[in-house]
């Protein structure tokens, strides 16, 4: 079974306007970390937001904040304000217990239109 | 805080090659070190991880290996490329709960 999710393989948003990126996972273990990354066309990783398993808060980080529902297992991410440069690839990444490893989703390819 | 390099950027290799990437970190000590391969268009596979010179953990089955000569240093070789080796190859290292990665190698076997 897949540990991540990303339903949305593609999607489109207009400038200025926010966007969420869909992810839900699958662990049994009560103990884990989820995190977002953006890999623009230049194929670098840039880590965006992390979110424990523990946190009694919704992750925020400027621009980028995650909504986490544990009951559903999901942890959208939500980008406000869009801009041009937000276009890029999105992946979702979990890591169980207390390793290192990381999981991660097919990932979504974010297109903001001017 | 860390900062991963990983060189060549770009490397083309023909069949039956070898190969050999270098991933260097620094402003850390004794990190976790992963190798990752992406496929185009596709997520990342973890290829291995390392969490100490000469600790070298396989995740998949495959003609690649790793090696850890020293503490910042992660090397991921072949004695033989096959067509399917082709891809980008990613270094990334540990810093607190977060995977932080290196700019990546692009190869491509002919």
Redesign the interface.
């Known amino acids: 079974a897949q540990k991540i999710t990303q339903t949305q393989p593609g999607m489109f948003v207009q400038e200025k306007e926010a966007v969420t990126l869909d992810c839900t996972y699958d662990t049994s273990d009560p103990s884990y970390g989820l995190f977002w990354y953006k890999q623009p066309s230049s194929g670098e990783m840039i880590f965006l937001i992390y979110q424990g398993s523990y946190d009694q808060q919704n992750a925020t980080e400027g621009r980028y904040s995650l909504n986490f529902q544990k009951a559903r297992k999901s942890a959208n991410l939500v980008i406000s304000a869009s801009q041009l440069g937000d276009s890029a690839m999105y992946f979702c990444a979990m890591r169980e217990g207390g390793g290192n490893k990381l999981v991660f989703g097919a990932g979504t390819i974010l297109r903001v239109k001017s | 805080s860390q900062t991963i390099h990983q060189w060549p950027a770009t490397l083309v290799q023909p069949v039956g090659s070898p190969l050999s990437l270098e991933c260097t970190v620094e402003g850390t000590s004794n990190p ?1 070190l ?1 190798w990752y391969r992406q496929a185009a268009g ?3 596979q ?1 290829l291995f ?1 390392s969490v100490g010179i000469g600790q070298i953990s396989s ?1 998949v089955p495959q003609n690649l290996s790793a090696s850890r000569p020293q503490d910042r240093q992660f090397i991921l070789s072949s004695k033989k490329l096959l067509l399917s080796d082709s891809g ?1 190859y ?1 270094c ?1 290292g ?1 810093e607190g ?8 190698t ?1 190869l491509l076997v002919l």
């Open positions: 976790n992963y596709r997520g990342l973890l991880y995740e980008f990613l990334a540990t709960k977060t995977q932080y990665f290196g700019p990546g692009r």
